[in-house]
């Protein structure tokens, strides 16, 4: 009877086996009905496949080894290969190194063997899904996530367990040279330039959702470099970096500043999610994330975002005028009044950093918490102290606000297709600014929800946007809102 039950009858059994999260597999094994019926539906939903054999936990009872699937979608095969449009990638190593668990001793080195075969094992995981894919047909759009699996939890030579190890408190005080760094993989010896290239990868992500995927940014990036029809790319970088290991942070955001350089010219959609690089407390100058004194990173954003259609940043300082340089009198430069983004229809900056790449703040403290910031001889007691060190920094540098109005203003005017912008300060010192163009009816609306107040000039660049503004005192901010009758 089971061979003959309705395609609807099948849906609906397909329908309750996932709501109870059980595998729909074994119903491609009861008769090639079955088969015909439940593959679709395996192969639609989130494939998860592993790159190595015998591997234990619940993900893999639902995916899936690397050589298993390339059976599956190879010879007979071949037609499942267009079911399948997303795929997540368990790169196996044997071991787990979780971050800021462990403290090093005499004799710790970061080239251990530890690292190095973790290292070697992620090589080979991302060559052989690159080898796997290279000969699908580039019309297969394909959404791969990619995450780190680590066999076991376990430790580097000379380290032992120490579960405060990102701390900075009375009893650990030396988490600068004790800590044991952060493991990301690598490629061997540079060698993601063996990578094939694939053109069935349409999207490409390095999630936020786990606790770290572990991938190293530059060799996420040199992945992306060898997906030639690239459209979409997430890189999720919310990791955790003790403010003191400092030397990661600045050598995170140089190598995706190098990255940018190499992307597919068929990128569209770019998001960058990054973690709040800030000092131990707010009383503190802010970090200097840059390798020099040039912001590499700010200046290549610009030019990736040329060609997109979809740019989102979260918690990443940036240059104000990043966007559309300008001068030192807040005028575009001769070389900027070309820049044109045909594309481009989504600007989000959230949660932007509130000091500059150089560590400067753009939110300053009252005359009395300065003299206090002043005052203080012991930063170790300021930083172990969980009362010590919070202030409001209530006071905008005004300059460095219109500077970035000013530069976003000349910015969406050179953007026929934008439909929305927005720049959000993460600061309790409220900086939210909002920008959405009408279409055809040639209008456009412009909110600012802060205590700071646009200059002239400010006005001028964006046609005199507080005509017709909504002000209201009461709120915690001012909010200033306005249509602008003639944006086109």
């Known amino acids: ?145 990619l995450e780190l699996l680590g066999r076991e939890v376990g430790k580097e030579p000379y380290t032992w367990d120490f579960d405060d190890a990102g701390d900075y408190r009375y009893e650990y005080k030396k988490g600068r040279t004790k800590s044991v760094p952060v493991y990301r993989a690598h490629f061997l010896n540079n060698g993601a330039s063996l990578l094939p290239d694939v053109a069935c990868i349409d999207r490409l992500c390095f999630h936020d959702d786990f606790p770290s995927h572990q991938i190293w940014v530059g060799s996420a990036m040199q992945i992306a470099q060898h997906c030639t029809t690239l459209t979409e790319m997430m890189l999720g970088l919310d990791e955790y970096i003790r403010p003191d290991h400092i030397e990661y942070i600045q050598a995170r955001r140089q190598a995706v500043a190098d990255g940018l350089l190499t992307m597919p010219h068929s990128l569209r959609v770019f998001r960058l999610l990054n973690q709040r690089e800030s000092p131990w407390k707010e009383m503190m100058t802010g970090l200097k994330v840059l390798l020099s004194d040039h912001d590499f990173l700010s200046q290549n954003i610009l030019h990736l975002s040329l060609s997109l259609r979809e740019l989102k940043i979260n918690k990443l300082s940036l240059t104000p005028d990043f966007l559309f340089p300008l001068d030192t009198e807040s005028h575009p430069l001769p070389t900027t009044r070309s820049l044109y983004w045909p594309s481009l229809e989504v600007i989000e900056l959230t949660r932007v950093a509130p000091w500059l790449p150089s560590g400067q703040w753009v939110a300053h403290p009252t005359r009395e918490d300065q003299i206090e910031i002043d005052e203080v001889e012991d930063w ?81 660049v964006w046609e005199r946007p507080l005509v017709g503004s909504e002000l209201d005192a009461k709120l915690p901010a001012t909010l200033i809102r306005t249509t602008i009758a003639d944006w086109y």
Not at 44 to 61: K, N, P, Q, R
Not at 92 to 118: A, H
Not at 409 to 430: F, I, N, V
């Open 1 to 145: 009877m089971a061979p003959h039950l309705p395609q609807e009858i099948l849906y609906l059994i397909a329908d309750h086996l996932q709501e109870e999260e059980a595998s729909l597999v074994p119903c491609t094994r009861v008769c090639r009905q079955w088969q015909v019926g439940f593959e679709p539906l395996i192969y639609s939903e989130l494939i998860h496949v592993f790159s190595a054999e015998d591997v234990s936990g619940e993900d893999h009872e639902r995916g899936m080894s690397l050589s298993h699937f390339q059976k599956v979608t190879s010879g007979d095969g071949l037609a499942r290969r267009p079911l399948i449009r997303r795929l997540c990638y368990h790169i196996v190593v044997p071991i787990d190194l979780q971050d800021w668990k462990t403290r090093k001793y005499k004799g710790y080195t970061l080239e251990n063997d530890v690292r190095q075969n973790n290292d070697v094992a992620f090589h080979s995981a991302i060559v052989d899904l690159f080898n796997t894919l290279t000969d699908w047909d580039p019309s297969l759009r394909l959404s791969i996530e």
């Open 380 to 460: 170790e007691m300021i930083i172990c102290d969980l009362e010590e060190g919070t202030i409001d920094r209530p006071i905008f540098d005004r300059e460095h606000f219109h500077r970035t109005l000013i530069s976003l203003g000349y910015a969406a005017r050179h953007m026929p297709c934008l439909k929305y912008m927005q720049y959000h300060l993460d600061h309790r010192t409220h900086f939210r600014f909002e920008f959405k163009p009408h279409g055809s009816s040639g209008k456009a609306e412009w909110m600012l929800y802060s205590h700071y107040r646009p200059n002239q000039q400010v006005m001028d």
